[in-house]
């Protein structure tokens, strides 16, 4: 059975902006922390942006200033707002817990950011 599900991906413009979304299962989303994964072709998936439980948020160099993570909890369901992005962004985002659970990883949802 599907536990998460990443959706909001698209084909921006530089400096546009999209939000992510992840659906995730109550017995995942309650007790641990969320991350929002990225892979690019021929690079290794890195993590990009973390929230805790309590709301705690931590971010990658990369994005600090122009990412924003969050949760809802009455919704299971953790966002990824993505500003002033650039082509080096481009890739397939994915969400997972934070530290990964590997047989949690899904289709994730693919950003291309390109004039």
């Known amino acids: 059975q599907v536990q998460l599900v990443e959706s909001g991906g698209g084909l921006v413009q530089p400096g546009g902006f999209l939000r992510l979304s992840c659906a995730a299962s109550r017995s995942i989303f309650r007790f641990y922390d969320m991350g929002w994964y990225r892979q690019a072709p021929g690079k290794q998936r890195e993590l990009v942006a973390q929230i805790t439980t309590r709301t705690t948020t931590n971010y990658a160099d990369s994005v600090k200033g122009r990412f924003t993570i969050s949760r809802d909890n009455a919704k299971n369901t953790v966002y990824l707002q993505m500003n002033s992005l650039k082509p080096e962004d481009t890739a397939v985002y994915y969400c997972?817990?934070?530290?990964?659970?590997?047989?949690?990883w899904s289709q994730g949802t693919q950003v291309t950011v390109s004039s």
């Open positions: 997972n817990k934070v530290p990964v659970s590997n047989p949690l």
